[in-house]
């Protein structure tokens, strides 16, 4: 009998900056879909560390984020034996190949990036050369690894282009080197949108607590968030334009619990806006429980951190640095 080789999976690479702790809408639109990535691919999933200094960090408020952000991949369930956990920073082949890169980057291209655009409108003091450059060190990020998927939301797709532009020009220039990725377009993630005003993405940034609720909120502070959402005055449970406060409750609602827009319409037929407020707010906590008290395990263990950070970075610095010497190689280094 012949043996069938099964096929190799497919690598997916994502990463995640610590610039804060990450919402609901972080959690439901992406994170939730991890670890079932991490299930079906050849996962390796980051730290973003570098890409969080092209804005001013507080280094112990930074330091700590960054733990944190480790903590919760952990605590969504990414195994570190089974997927590529690490921190970005702790694996030099990325500030290297980021360089090279920039040389085969033009600098129109990225004046045209949006999320320049508007980053340089937001933070007009600091328009520093890191800023500009950022789209380069993801592509940097992906190319590494010879990453065949990335999921991307819609922020990141101008910049997941630039990356495969920039694959198949040096592949041409050179020989083929990289893996030209594809953008993971996986499972619907929730868009989920700003409590206090859903024509806007729910975001931490945004000045009025009230309208996000952070992945370690306590149940008592994650009632009270849902309790004070905009709704409008029709008072009936039903999906429509000009719903938007509770089309976004739905959406929140049906992410959690796997219910479709219909069922919900049906099991709140009748009934208020406060007892779908009180379900919708159930179900939240109950999904965010499980992940808020394994986040407080890891988080209080730094030991453990650190030794899941630095077999990641080992693991991942094998990878990286294979196709580093590839790169080095090809343009004509003399390599050590
Ligand atoms: N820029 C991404 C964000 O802000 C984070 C990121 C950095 C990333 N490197 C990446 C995402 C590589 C995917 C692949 O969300």
Redesign the pocket.
């Known amino acids: 009998m012949e043996a069938t080789t099964a096929a190799p999976k497919k690598r997916i ?5 610590p610039s804060g702790i990450p919402t609901l809408g972080n959690y439901l639109g992406a994170l939730k879909n991890w670890k079932t990535l991490a299930d079906e691919f050849d996962g390796a999933f ?1 730290v ?1 560390d570098l ?1 969080a200094i092209t804005v001013r960090q507080e280094p112990a408020q930074f330091r700590k984020q960054i733990n944190d952000v480790l903590a919760l991949l952990l605590a969504i369930g990414l195994d570190p034996d089974q997927s590529i956990l690490f921190i ?1 920073s702790q694996v030099p082949a990325h500030s290297q190949l980021a360089w090279i890169l920039n040389c085969y980057t033009q600098f129109g291209e990225m004046s045209r990036m949006t999320q320049f655009k508007d980053k340089s409108q937001s933070h007009a003091d600091n328009v520093n050369v890191g800023l500009f450059a ?1 789209p380069v ?2 592509a940097a ?2 190319l590494l690894y010879q ?1 065949d998927l ?4 819609a ?2 797709k101008q ?2 282009e630039i990356a495969r532009d920039i694959a198949q020009r040096f592949n041409t220039l050179y020989s083929p080197t990289f893996t030209v990725p594809e953008p993971y377009i996986g499972k619907q993630g929730a868009r989920v949108m700003s409590l206090q005003d859903p024509l806007k993405k729910m975001s931490k940034s945004d000045p009025n607590p009230k309208s996000y609720i952070s992945v370690f909120d306590a149940p008592d502070v994650i009632s009270k968030k849902i309790k004070s959402a905009v709704t409008d005055s029709e008072g009936s449970v039903r999906f429509a334009d000009g719903k938007e406060g509770i089309n976004n409750l739905m959406a929140i609602y049906a992410c959690c619990t796997g219910l479709t827009n219909e069922q919900i319409e049906a099991d709140f037929a009748g009934k208020g806006y406060g007892d779908f407020k009180a379900a919708v707010a159930e179900a939240v906590i109950e999904e965010l429980r499980p992940i808020r008290e394994r986040y407080e395990r890891y988080s209080n263990d730094k030991a453990y951190l650190k030794e899941v950070a630095a077999q990641g970075a080992e693991r991942a610095s094998r990878v990286a640095n294979r196709t580093l010497q590839k790169v080095m190689k090809k343009i004509g280094f003399v390599l050590p």
């Not at 690479?13 to 900056?17: D, E, N």
């Not at 990335?150 to 939301?153: D, M």
């Open positions: 690479l994502s990463c995640i900056q980051a973003a890409h970005q950022y060190l993801m990020d992906i990453a990335v999921p991307v939301g922020d990141q910049h997941l």
